[in-house]
């Protein structure tokens, strides 16, 4: 028989320790969370639809086709995070285009001012506030520009609300994986391969609908 | 072996899907045959109109900057030489040949693009170190992912798995290494038993088999190595990049076999040059490509 005694020295022996998930601020908690070897860090994976809040040091990160993600933070206390999203798309056609329009805008400020709000809820400042845009790919050639639309509303908000962007890699026709460190304002964003592209189609289209069957109006929480 | 197993029954699974062109496969066996002449070759090449009409399109473009015009089958046989059309009337045919496995996951396209830089890049890559025949490793590189259209076509729901993790990884997982994950073997593994089962040379089979895996290559550690590294400057050239930290990495043992080491100036001319001529090829070997069986 094996000596059972044996096996807690060989355990501690085999798995690297990996630290503890740092603390999830309320409301974040079904974000999926896995530790990463590059970065020795945990970081946040979001998907399209989601925002993420942290004050602590791990990261965030995410892939975009057309969406496109904000990452603000607060450059003093550290505290930021990022979002993921895209305007309804059903705007262009018709008639209703001034209110499907303004209905798309509306989405649009929903995102970002939840983003905002959780921030200088936890103890961010306003002007301390540094914005980093990222997305708006035109992944598909046959399809209308719907990432260059993205980008033109984030501006546009950004612009509005009198917060700097300082940086930002938007446009083009590649998928994007990026990762943000709210804590040191780091960021490192990687063009993806055409191989990808179908994927990442789907899961932004899937979104999409979700969020055009959705009534626009109120309060209702969209995200 | 279990995995090996497995691989042979899913390539065998598209048997008839996949049919190289019978073009050819005539060429294919005229030139094995000692008996044939060059005369031989040309009928077989005539008797294919619009292969003829390509080959000719490919004969006066810069892809051999030949100086005098080649305007009969006779003259492009002899001046380009039987073993050179045989590696080309399988460059130019195999995009249609997968015609038959039309798949969700990436659009054909996108699919052809990356195999066709990585073709282009393995011809410079070759004539610049002289180790290897440029012609024997474009067509390895235009080949080497032909195991992924088996593995979206018969496994969509794996390989869409496989494709999910690579996004979800920020560690760079390699999409071989999510297939192995996910599969238990990979594409290589795949267009290795593919081009097996069609008795293609061994050299397309080890390019194909080990273009991740150099260490394991056998008879053509060089050629195998030079795809290696074409596979990767494709990656580069494909998503406009010079940084080698935006790609995967690349096998240092590789670049020691031709002596070299990861010099930025010789990424940035090679992946240059791969763009600069990638439009003018796609025309020649990929536009017959029947594209609408590609997903959308």
Partial sequence: ????????????????????PPLVLPGFEHVRRNWNQTYESYAARLLPGEYYVTIHDEGVYTTLGSCISACIRDRVSGVGGMNHFMLPASADADGWKSTSLSAATRYGNFAMEHLINVILKNGGQRQNLEVKLFGGGRILANMTDIGMRNITFARDYLATEGLRVTAEDVGDIYPRMVVYFPATGKVRVKRLRSLHNNVIVEEETRYLSAIESKPVGGDIELF | MADNENIVKLVRGVEGLVTLSHVFVRINQL??????????VAKAVSQDPSFTVRLLRVANSSFYGLSSSIDTVDKAVSVIGTGRIRSLALSMSVASSFAGLPNDLVAMDNFWRHSLYCAVIARILARKTGKCDPEAVFTAGLLHDIGELVIFNRLPEQAKEALLRVLDSVDDLPIFEAERQVLGFDHAQVGAELVRQWNLPPLLMECIGHHHSIGEALDYPHEVALVHI????????????????????????????????ADLDIIEDVVREAQEEIVELEKLFIDNAPEKSAAN
């Fill in chain 2, 31 to 40: 030139i094995d045959d000692p008996d044939s002449s060059m005369a031989d």
């Fill in chain 1, 1 to 20: 028989m094996r000596p059972k005694n044996l096996r807690p020295i060989n355990t501690s022996m085999a798995i690297p320790t990996i630290p503890r």
């Fill in chain 2, 230 to 261: 074409a596979n990767i400057f494709a990656q580069m050239a494909e998503i406009d990049t010079l940084d080698p930290e935006d790609v995967s990495a690349i096998d240092l043992r590789a670049w020691v076999m031709f002596g070299m080491g």
